[in-house]
């Protein structure tokens, strides 16, 4: 019998926390301010955005939607992540993932401001989490992914996690989280080239999938009673749905889940939790000004 995380309550009661800490810094004069910078039009990304900005609004935190040509150039979005540097009212500011092919991800990361940097993706963040220096940002989804096993109950304390997916989104940062002092989990960091997947997969008492590739792990590949942390949101085509497709996670949910002591769902798993950290970071940002 497994328990199904619900990652909408969860996040439902971290944006419940945000509104009440947008409250106590408009009382001190500021308003959390996000800016949310997409090139292109790719179609996960723009409801993403969407989603994101939406948040904003009805947490009371200004936000700024760009959107850019899919053939912006680098020098013009230096520009404007410049300009978002400078502009006191954001305090936030986030470029949507994947950009297009002429842009340099890893360039523009670093030209944000560290102190703005509410995704977590600047070297300075990413070696303020190697080092748990909580003044650092972490990234959202893996910060969503803790919170949900805190929230869920799941002991880590010496478990055995293993994490499928080596991005700077969300494996890596995922790994640090899982081993870091006080959560204590032994990490095991698997990806497309690991041998025998599977079996590594059998070992882990917390399995965190995020490998993007829809239902890749099956129930051969769970331990009975393990927690699952379905990161994956994958568009599979589906002719009985009116947009023509549905989402699934990494994980081969109905097969998987009856093995699970805990399991997250897809959609209405990690997905809410990735936008409420967001705004967690982004009210960080603004309480730490001046
Ligand atoms: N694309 C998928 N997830 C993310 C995220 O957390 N941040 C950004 N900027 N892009 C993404």
Not at 244 to 271: H, M, S, W
Request: aromatic share 2%; charged share 25%; proline share 7%.
């Amino acid at each position: 019998m497994s328990k199904v995380i619900d990652g909408k309550a969860v996040s439902a009661a971290v944006l419940e926390e945000c509104r009440t800490e947008v409250e106590s810094l408009k009382e001190q004069g500021i308003t959390p301010g996000l800016a949310v910078v997409l090139v292109g039009e790719d179609p996960a990304s723009k409801v993403y955005v969407g989603s994101k900005v939406r948040t904003c609004g009805e947490l009371g935190i200004y936000s700024q939607k760009i959107e850019l040509p899919t053939d912006t150039t680098q020098t013009e979005l230096l520009r404007i992540v410049d300009e978002l540097n400078r502009d006191p009212s954001i305090h936030g500011i986030l470029v949507q993932s994947p950009p297009p092919p002429q842009i340099d991800e890893e360039a523009i990361v670093r030209t944000i401001d560290p102190r703005k940097d509410v995704d977590g993706f600047h070297p300075e963040n990413v070696a303020k989490l190697a080092l748990e220096d909580a003044s650092g940002f972490v990234p959202c989804t893996p910060a969503g992914c803790m919170r949900l096993l805190r929230e869920a109950g799941v002991e880590t304390q010496g478990a055995n996690a293993v994490v499928i997916g080596r991005s700077m989104i969300v494996g890596k940062p995922m790994a640090l989280l899982l081993m870091a002092k006080g959560v204590d989990a032994t990490v095991t960091v698997a990806h497309s080239r690991s041998r025998d997947l599977p079996a590594i997969c059998r070992e882990a008492d917390i399995l965190v999938a995020a490998v993007g590739r829809p239902e890749m792990v099956r129930a051969d590949w769970v331990k009975e009673g393990a927690v699952v942390i379905d990161v994956g949101i994958n568009r599979v085509e589906d002719a009985s749905r009116k947009s023509g497709y549905r989402l699934t996670g990494d994980v081969a949910y109905e097969e998987v889940a009856p093995k699970c002591a805990a399991i997250t769902p897809v959609p209405g798993g990690v997905g809410p939790m990735t936008i409420a950290m967001l705004m967690k970071n982004t009210i960080a940002a603004a309480g730490r000004e001046g």
